[in-house]
């Protein structure tokens, strides 16, 4: 899933590195203050998700080699969106509820720790994808997932994340309705009614209890995964289970089809859709296409990490 390693760690007396918080993260105090902590090594700002983008191109357009930003699975997306194909670092400081990327980049979630990686980590390039031009560093879903993270997005207002989980699951279950999907995978179309289409950027697991995450060395692609059960219990077990990573192989089984592939398309009964990526939703134009971008992002990771899978 990675390249060469690109550069050293930053050079000491350098200029400061940008530094963006996203100040609804959980962690967003911790961050800030491990950051300031750093004595002047970074030039600190709290940005809201909706003004990231903006602030990252200016920083790009400055001449920056390397950038922090603080959040969780989704604000990094947002960062990588725009760094992808630049050349320029990104290294992170994980603040979500799950942290799947930097997890899988060896990356700590402690603060403190992170910000010594931002200074002397080194530059990895990393495969990522996308659909239809928007970035995913992690997982894509189509259906039942969507459905739960809707759902528990307006749970989670009034309640903690776990409880909005399962009453978001329960929902589902209740709910769950399967969908005619067609599937255009190397030329082939297949065609399928299903409750999930789940896409992972890089090869996952297919056996309990880590149903869904990276595989350690896998094979570079992109991992599509049909879940085929026809009980409405096994099928949102299967589909939460991929999309959220929450369990690592159903064994491989007759309850899911799955494709390594460069790129793919999907086409849906309606033309407008719920899409999931990294745990988020957005609302594409179908038919949905996928595709693998090579070593597009450049990402700091602990020299250890750099030197075990580069």
Known sequence: MSGAVATGAVVAGAAPIP??????????????????????????????PDALRDALREAV????????????DGTIATAAGVLAGT?????????????????????PTDAAEAVQVAITGVARRVDVAEVNGELFLNTSAVGAYVVFVRTRE???????????????????????RRFRVVLEVDGESRVYRTPLVFVGAGERELRVPVLGGRVEG??????????????????????????ARGVRAV???????????????????????????????RRLVAPLQYAL??????????????????
Request: with cysteine; charged share 20%; hydrophobic share 50%.
């Open 87 to 107: 050349g320029v670092e990104l290294a992170l400081l994980p603040g979500g509820t799950l942290n799947h990327f930097a997890r899988d980049h060896g990356i």
């Open 293 to 310: 971008r090579r070593e597009a992002l450049t990402v700091v990771v602990p020299q250890g990490e750099a030197a075990a899978t580069s």
């Open 154 to 176: 307006q749970l989670e207002r009034r309640m903690g994340y776990r409880l909005a989980s399962l009453l978001a699951a329960l929902r589902v279950l209740v709910t769950m």
């Open 218 to 243: 896998g094979r570079r692609a992109l991992h599509v995964l049909v879940v085929r059960s026809r009980t409405s219990t096994r099928a949102l077990t299967l589909s939460l289970a991929l999309a």
């Open 19 to 48: 530094a963006f918080v996203n100040p609804l993260a959980g962690s967003a105090a911790q961050a800030s203050e491990a950051l300031a902590a750093a004595g002047g090594a970074f030039a600190v700002q709290e940005m809201a």
């Open 251 to 281: 064994s491989r089984t007759a309850a899911l089809d799955g494709f390594l592939v460069d790129a793919c398309r999907i086409e849906m009964r309606r033309p407008l859709g719920y899409v999931a990526l990294d745990g988020e939703t």
């Open 61 to 72: 357009a400055r001449g920056a080699r390397r950038v922090v930003v603080a959040g969780g």
